[in-house]
């Protein structure tokens, strides 16, 4: 098992440009396979869900040099405790979370980085802003100055071609420049999180910075 995570995630890593953070996503995966990775050099993991994720940091605190990604959907209710588990949160996916994850970093001292979570396609299995709606957010948003806001994340919908899932990739990527150009000083556009197991490698012809693989490195989960 610790040879074939560590035979993938040499293979991941040979085609990755140097410049791409590689984000193991971890979730339904064991603490054991995590530890197996993280001795492979994967020191930045992805967690969809908070409780599972507390779980498994208790079980790994030895490894303090990990940075813990939240790469799912996050519930106004269990924002205090996203962030005290998580560095990064990948999806701020509305005005009235990210106002919440500000006052609480405010009152809890965080100042923690977060992407924000864009639909470039209308998508109902998906949340995150529509295109018109982070553009009108962007004053908002420009004000939550104890958020690190550092960039874009996206899921293209399932069912598209790899045309179409590279059209998605680079439309992030614009919508990211056009962000950047309007000078908000609170809102970086340094980072685009977006390629998952299957459209990686099409994330990263469109510019992406991190990627969150998962099946491709531990498996099907079960």
């Known amino acids: 098992m610790s040879s074939s995570i560590d035979e993938h995630i040499a293979h991941i890593r040979a085609s990755l440009p140097s410049s791409v953070k590689l984000i193991a996503v971890s979730k339904q995966v064991p603490a054991e396979m995590i530890r197996l990775a993280y001795n492979a050099g ?3 993991f992805g967690e969809s869900r908070i409780q599972e994720a507390a779980s498994k940091q208790a079980q790994l605190q030895d490894l303090s040099d990990i940075t813990w990604h939240l790469i799912g959907h996050l519930q106004s209710n269990k924002a205090k405790k996203a962030l005290e588990l ?3 949160i990948h999806s701020v996916d509305n005005l009235k979370l990210a106002q919440r994850l500000n ?18 396609l209308p998508d ?12 009108a957010d962007l004053g ?3 004000q939550c100055q104890f958020l690190q806001i550092q960039g874009l994340m996206t899921i293209p919908p399932l069912g598209l071609t790899e045309a179409e899932i590279l059209d998605v990739f680079n439309s992030t990527h614009d919508l990211a420049k056009r962000i950047q150009l309007q000078n908000l000083p609170n809102i970086q556009m340094r980072e685009l999180s977006m390629g998952m197991s299957g459209d990686y490698q099409l994330a990263v012809q469109a510019g992406a910075t991190m990627v969150r693989l998962g099946t491709i490195l531990f498996g099907d989960r079960h």
């Open 42 to 44: 994967i020191r930045d």
């Open 86 to 88: 998580f560095e990064w």
């Open 103 to 120: 006052q609480l970093a405010q009152q809890l001292g965080f100042t923690p980085k977060v992407c924000l979570q864009v639909k470039i």
């Open 124 to 135: 109902p299995q998906k949340s995150g802003w529509t295109v018109p709606e982070l553009l």
């Open 140 to 142: 908002e948003l420009n």
